[in-house]
């Protein structure tokens, strides 16, 4: 079986990077240092905020794509106002890695995980040999999904630092942000980077 390579970064970071970032000497300095721990496998969270338009997105764009180059693993989910699906930074980032890899090459890293993450991703079967059933989730279902998911960020991170950008937060939903705090718990001692944004202005239009 093929061993899986990081998937390519999702095109909207890579436009978002297309012209030169200016300054934030600061910001990328501090970020070099996290990122040095998380190397020695001490998770860290970074939660960049400002108000719309302050850089907070081309920012975490700039660090992802360089830590893309350096080798690392990077997810990217962006939480919007309007989600019509729960969980779906989730969605997004775990559909981008299973709909990218080639087939069967994330078999390893689902470890029997995949009946739970269908629930996020109807792509995880892309990666299960054909003999495998396809299973319905039984049990505490977000307690499993959680673990779920928790695993396999754990296990991708053993193979090389990862980095999970979670873009425009504020606009998340409570199981998403439930599931966010499961992974920083999980993730603690593992070689995983949670670079979240959200905006420091006060939320309008919000439904609940
Ligand atoms: N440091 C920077 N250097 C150059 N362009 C920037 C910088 N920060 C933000 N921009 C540009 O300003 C605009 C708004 O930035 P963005 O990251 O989308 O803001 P936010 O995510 O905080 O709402 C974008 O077009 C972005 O490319
Ligand atoms: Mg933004």
């Known amino acids: 079986m093929a061993p899986w390579t990081p998937v390519a970064l999702p095109p909207g970071l890579v436009a978002s990077r297309r012209t030169r970032i200016v300054g934030r000497r600061y910001e990328l300095a501090v970020m070099e240092t996290v990122w040095e721990s998380v190397e020695q496998g001490d998770g860290q969270v970074l939660l960049l905020g400002g108000e719309p338009g302050a850089g907070k997105t081309r920012l975490a764009a700039e660090v992802a794509c360089a830590l893309h180059e350096q080798g690392a693993a990077v997810l990217v989910g962006t939480a919007t106002r309007d989600a019509g699906v729960p969980y779906q930074p989730f969605v997004e980032m775990l559909d981008h890695l299973f709909r990218s ?39 505490d279902g977000r307690r499993d999904l959680f673990e ?38 999980s993730c603690v001692d593992s070689r995983t980077l949670v670079l979240a944004t959200f905006r420091t202005t006060r939320r309008t239009g919000r439904r609940s």
């Open 148 to 185: 779920a998911v928790a695993g396999l960020l754990r296990r991708m991170a053993r193979d090389r630092p990862l980095v999970v950008v979670l873009d425009d937060l504020h606009w998340g939903q409570l199981p998403t942000v439930a599931l966010l705090e499961h992974l920083v718990h």
């Open 101 to 139: 890899s080639a087939p069967g090459t994330l078999d390893e890293l689902l470890d029997g995980s995949a009946t739970e993450l269908r629930r996020l991703s109807r792509h995880v079967d892309r990666h299960l040999p054909d003999a495998v059933e396809r299973g319905e989730p039984a049990g």
